[in-house]
């Protein structure tokens, strides 16, 4: 069973900054790319940014040159640093983690619950 604990977000003022971090627990899977997603009232979910096991990034072009993800494999955590946020950037963030069961190498997909981050004009 692999649960994720998503800390960090919150309110901000447009130009702020905010760090989301998102730590997996739990046991029998290998990891293969982590990740944090967004979601507005009436929206999809969105891609924010991803970071493979072996340090591969994507971001979406909104979030290019303003946000930073990284990971810490001793830790189980991925990281969002969110800088010079804009009110577009408001919504719910979501960590995602996608890799295998060792037993059976089934796919695996896990989802955080979500936390709100909320950027004031």
């Known amino acids: 069973q692999v649960q994720l604990a998503e800390t960090g977000g919150g309110l901000v003022q447009a130009g702020g900054s905010l760090g989301l971090s998102c730590a997996a627990s739990g046991s029998g899977y290998l990891m293969h790319v982590m990740g944090w997603y967004r979601q507005t009232p009436g929206m999809q979910r969105e891609l924010v940014a991803t970071v493979t096991a072996i340090g591969g990034k994507n971001y979406a072009d909104s979030v290019k040159g303003r946000f930073t993800i990284s990971r810490d494999n001793h830790k189980n955590t991925v990281y969002l640093q969110m800088n010079s946020l804009k009110p577009e950037d408001t919504g719910v963030y979501y960590c995602?983690?996608?890799?295998?069961?060792?037993?059976?190498?089934?796919?695996?997909?896990?989802w955080g619950q979500g936390t709100l981050v909320t950027v004031a004009s």
């Open positions: 995602d983690l996608r890799g295998r069961t060792t037993q059976d190498n089934k796919y695996l997909e896990v």
